[in-house]
C-alpha cells in the first residue's frame, strides 16, 4: 500500500493520514528494545541495516540432528556408522583395501556386511561372502560359477539356513573379483549382512508340488528386486527376515520370520463367515500374514488377522518394513528386532500404521474360518516325489550340515543339466533339490549322487540334522558345531539308530541361534565349559507349522563328546516309551522336564 500524501490542508493531517501515522508508531511501539554500537564506538539505540542487537537474547542452540526422530548422540555405535557413511556409497573404499590387500577397520567391518562381505577374525583371518538368492532358485550355470568363486578361497561354500550360500577364506585382494563375478552370474550378495532384510525364502518346491495352493516364487523374487532397487530398505534397526509359504508339503519355516506369509483357501462356505461390517471374500487363494518370529529369542511369528490378496503381499511387505524402519529401537540393539515394536505398540497399532502407508486397506478375516494347512512331510527335503507336472520326478539331496566342496558343486549341476532342466532349489534345512528329473532317469541320478557322497534317502534319524557355521568361522559360537553334527550322523548311522517318526535334531553354536535349536526335536546350543571345553546345553520337544513350540532346556553342560551317545539315549528312549504312532515331539512334550532328566540318566 503506497504511503498517503501529506495534505497541503491549513487544517494539517486528513483523518487517513492520522490513521496511517498512528499505525506506523504503534508498529514502532511493538519493537524490541535495540542497543547497538555505532562507527564511534558509542552506544546507540536507532537500529541500522545489519547492526546486532547486543540487548537481544542469545540464539538458541541449533537443534540436534536425529534419525527418525531419535537424537544423533542416542544412537548405538552401528547405527552411527550408518548415518557417518553410508555403507551403499563406498565401492572406493572396497576398491582400495583390495588393491592394498588390507582388511578394515571396525566401523567398516560393519559396513562392508551391506555388500555381504563378512570379515570373520579372529576365528578366520579372511572375508567370507553371503549371497542372495530369491526363494533359494538358482540355475546350474550359477552353481557352477560359485564353484569356482570358491575356488578362490577355502575351496568349499556352505548352505544356509536361509536357502543361499556362503562362501569362505578370500584375502581383501579379492573381494572385488568375486563381487564383479557375482554380478556376471546374475547373483549378488547386496543387503545380505547387517542390519538390511536378509534373503527372501520361499518354499523349496514352489512350481511342481503338487498340493500347493499357489506358486510363491514370484511374490519372493519381487520383494526382493523392489528391496535392491530401494535404499530405503537397508539400514534398518536390525536384520529383518521375510518367507513365504505356499501352503504344500515342505516347510519353508515361515513362522520363524519377521513377516511370514502364509498362502491359504477360502471356500465359498468360509466366506459366509466374515464378521459382519467387513468385506466378504470371493472363494479362492489368498495370504495370510503372521508377525513377529524370532525363535532365538522363543517367540514365533503370530497371525495378524489379514486376508490378502496375492497382488498385495508385495507392497503390504514393503509398507510394514518401513514402518518397523521407521519406529524400531535404534539405541538399543537387543529390542531392535520386530517383535519388540509389535510388544511396544501392539499388532492393530502396527497394522494399522502399515495401512496408512498404502492405498488400499487390508482385509481382515478370521483364521479359523481358511481351510486349515495340510501338514508337511517332515525330512521331505531329502527323496523323490512326484511333481505336479506328470512323468517328473523332485529329487531332495541330502547335504551334510551343508558343506559343499567345489567338485560337488559341479557334480550337482551335472546332474540338474543331464537329468532335470538346469534347476536347482537350495532349502532353509541345507539340502538341494533338483527338479524336473524324467521318471524314468530317477534311480540313475540317485546312484550319481549317492556317489558324490549325497543322501537320497530320508533317514529318520540322519537327514534332520541341521548346524551353523560354528566356531570354526564364526566369532560367536562356542562349539565346532558342523563337526560335532558329523560326528553325530555318523554316530547314529554306525549303530543304524531308527526311529518310526523323522526327528530333526538341530546344532547352534551361541544363543543367536542361527540354526533355530529352539525348533528342533532335539536342540543344541554351544557352551564353553568350567574347565574351558567345548559343550552345549540341550533342550527337547521344539517344533515348526502343527508342531509349533519353543523346546524346553534338559540338560545344561552337556560335554561333546557325550553328544552322541546322549541323543543315542534319548531316541532309544522315545522308541521303548512312546505310544503307538507317538511322534518326538508328542513323546517329549508328554512329560515334564524332570521326567526327562529321570529318564535320560538312567
Known sequence: ?????????????????????????????????????????????????????????????????????????????????????????IWDKLVAHAEAD?????????????????????????????????????????????????????????????????????????IVRVLVRLQELG?????????????????????????????????????????????????????????FDSGGTLSAAADTNDIGFMAVRVTAAAAEKAPAGTVRPEPGVYFRVHLG????????????????????VVAVAAAMIRVFSENADRTNRKKARLKYLLEKWGPDKFVAESERKLAFPCMRFPADACEPRRPFIKHGWVGAYKQAQKGFTSLGVGVPVGRLTPKQMRMLAD??????????????????????????????????????????EPSSATSGIVACTGNFGCKYAAADTKGHAVALAKALAKHRVEVEHPVNIHFTGCPHSCAQHYCGDIGFVGAKLADGSEGYH????????????IAREVFRGVRADEVSPLVEKILGAYNANKHPGETFVGWSRRHTVGQLQEMLSQ
Open 415 to 456: 546332474v540338474a543339466t543331464n537329468y532335470g532342466k538346469g534347476e536347482l532349489r537350495l532349502t532353509v534345512w541345507q539340502s538341494v533339490l533338483i527338479p524336473h528329473v524324467p521318471d524314468a532317469f530317477v534311480e540313475t541320478a540317485k546312484r550319481s549322487l549317492q556317489r558324490m557322497g549325497f543322501v537320497t
Open 102 to 174: 588390507r582388511f578394515p577397520d571396525e566401523a567398516d567391518t560393519f559396513r562392508f556386511k551391506f555388500h555381504g562381505l563378512f570379515y570373520v577374525a579372529p576365528t578366520q583371518d579372511s572375508f567370507m561372502i553371503r549371497l542372495r538368492i530369491p526363494a533359494g532358485e538358482l540355475t546350474a550355470e550359477q552353481l557352477r560359477g560359485v564353484a569356482e568363486i570358491a575356488e578362490w578361497g577355502g575351496n568349499y561354500a556352505h548352505i544356509t539356513t536361509r536357502a543361499n550360500l556362503q562362501v569362505r577364506e578370500f584375502r581383501p585382494r579379492d
Open 1 to 89: 500500500m503506497p504511503t498517503p500524501l501529506l495534505s497541503d490542508s491549513p487544517a494539517g493531517f486528513s483523518s487517513e493520514q492520522k490513521q496511517y501515522l498512528e499505525g506506523f508508531f504503534a508498529a514502532l511501539a511493538q519493537l524490541p528494545p535495540f542497543v547497538g554500537v555505532n562507527a564511534a564506538g558509542q552506544l546507540t539505540a536507532s537500529p541500522s541495516p545489519g547492526a546486532q542487537n547486543l540487548a537481544a537474547p542469545a540464539p538458541a542452540a541449533p537443534q540436534e540432528e536425529t534419525v527418525f526422530g531419535t537424537p544423533l548422540s542416542e544412537l548405538c555405535k552401528p547405527e552411527r556408522w550408518k548415518y557417518d557413511e553410508n555403507p551403499l556409497d
Open 538 to 549: 540341550v533342550v527337547l520337544g521344539g517344533g515348526m507349522g502343527e508342531e509349533q513350540g
Open 293 to 312: 518370529g524370532i525363535t532365538g529369542h522363543q517367540d514365533f511369528a503370530r497371525d495378524a488377522g489379514l486376508l490378502l490378496k496375492p497382488s498385495e
Open 187 to 243: 547373483l549378488t550378495s547386496r543387503g545380505s549382512g547387517a542390519d538390511n532384510i536378509r534373503n527372501i525364502t520361499a518354499s523349496p518346491n514352489s512350481g511342481f508340488d503338487p498340493d500347493e495352493l499357489i506358486d510363491v516364487r514370484p511374490y519372493a523374487k519381487a520383494l526382493h528386486h523392489y528391496i535392491l532397487n530401494h535404499r530405503d530398505l537397508y539400514g534398518l534397526p536390525r536384520k529383518f527376515n521375510v518367507a
